[in-house]
C-alpha cells in the first residue's frame, strides 16, 4: 500500500523534533535533508515555526523556540513535581534549608514545588510565582545552562527594570560565573536577609529541564559553610537526573542549546 502524503502538520512537526534531537544547532540544508523536503519547502515552513515561538533562529542556525519551553513547563507540573518532591525533602532535610523546584517559561523561570521547614516559615516559598534571571538564583542556573543565542528572552526584563547587563557586577558576568560553575548564587537582591544557590538540571545533552534552589538566611551562606551546600546541592541534581533518564521513565527531549552557533 502507498505511503500518504505528508500534510503540513507532518512537516512542521517533522521539523520540530529534527531541531530537538539535533546534537549542534542544524542549518537549513542539514534539516530540509534530514526530513527529506525541498530546502524551500524547508524554509518556509520554518518561517511559522520562527514565527510561533515553536523554533528560534540564530543565524544560520535553528534552535528549539520558546514555545518548546513553554510546553515542557506546563507538562513538568503535573509529573515532574511528583517525581522531585522526594529528592526536595531529602535536600531540605540535609540543609534545614528550603529547597524548590522551577521550570523555564518564556522569559523568566516558575516555582512548581518547594519543601519549606517551620524555622524558616518567614521566607515565601513562591510557589506559582514567575522569577526574572537579574533577580533570582534559579532563573540563573537555568539561563545560564543555554546556549548564549537562547538567552535574549531572559535577558529583556533586566533591561526593562535597569538592571546592567555589562560590567562585573552586571547580568552577562552573572550567567558567566553560573555557566562556569555549574552553580547559580543570589544575596539580598530580592529580600534583604535571604540568599539562595541553584543548580540546573540537565539530561547528558540538552538544555535545563528543571533548577533546584536551596533558599535560607543569607548570615547562614558562610564562606565555610558554601562547599557543604553545594555538595548537597550536586548530590539532588544528580539525583534527579538519574530519576528523569532512568529506565521507565520519560526522557526530556534533547535540545541542542548548549551546542556551538
Request: aromatic share 2%; charged share 25%.
Amino acid at each position: 500500500m502507498p505511503e500518504a502524503p505528508r500534510t503540513a502538520v507532518d512537516k512542521a512537526l517533522d521539523l520540530v523534533e529534527a531541531v530537538a534531537r539535533s546534537s549542534h544547532p542544524p542549518r537549513l540544508t542539514d534539516l530540509a535533508e534530514e526530513v527529506g523536503l525541498h530546502r524551500a519547502t524547508a524554509y518556509r515552513v520554518l518561517l511559522d515555526l520562527v514565527r510561533r515561538g515553536w523554533v528560534l533562529r540564530a543565524g544560520d542556525r535553528y534552535l528549539p523556540g520558546t514555545a518548546v519551553l513553554q510546553l515542557s513547563s506546563l507538562a513538568a507540573r503535573n509529573s515532574l513535581t511528583a517525581i522531585a518532591r522526594p529528592v526536595l525533602s531529602e535536600l531540605s532535610a540535609r540543609t534545614g534549608m528550603m529547597a524548590n523546584l522551577q521550570v523555564l517559561e518564556e522569559d523568566r523561570s516558575r516555582v512548581i514545588d518547594a519543601v519549606r521547614p517551620e524555622r524558616l516559615a518567614m521566607i515565601s516559598d513562591l510557589i506559582g510565582e514567575g522569577l526574572p534571571v537579574h533577580r533570582f538564583a534559579g532563573p540563573l542556573a537555568l539561563v545560564a545552562a543555554l546556549a548564549p543565542a537562547a538567552r535574549s528572552p531572559y535577558l529583556r526584563p533586566a533591561e526593562a527594570a535597569g538592571h546592567p547587563l555589562e560590567g562585573p557586577d552586571g547580568l552577562l558576568a552573572d550567567l558567566e560565573r553560573a555557566e562556569r560553575t555549574g552553580f547559580a548564587e543570589e544575596h539580598g537582591r530580592s529580600e534583604q536577609p535571604v540568599a539562595s544557590l541553584a543548580r540546573a538540571v540537565s539530561p547528558t545533552s540538552g538544555a535545563p529541564v528543571c533548577a533546584v534552589t536551596v533558599v535560607g538566611l543569607d548570615a547562614e551562606f558562610t564562606p565555610s559553610r558554601l562547599p557543604d551546600l553545594r555538595e548537597h546541592l550536586r548530590d539532588a541534581t544528580d539525583a534527579l537526573r538519574r530519576l528523569l533518564t532512568a529506565p521507565g521513565t520519560s526522557r526530556p527531549s534533547a535540545d541542542p542549546a548548549k551546542g556551538p552557533v
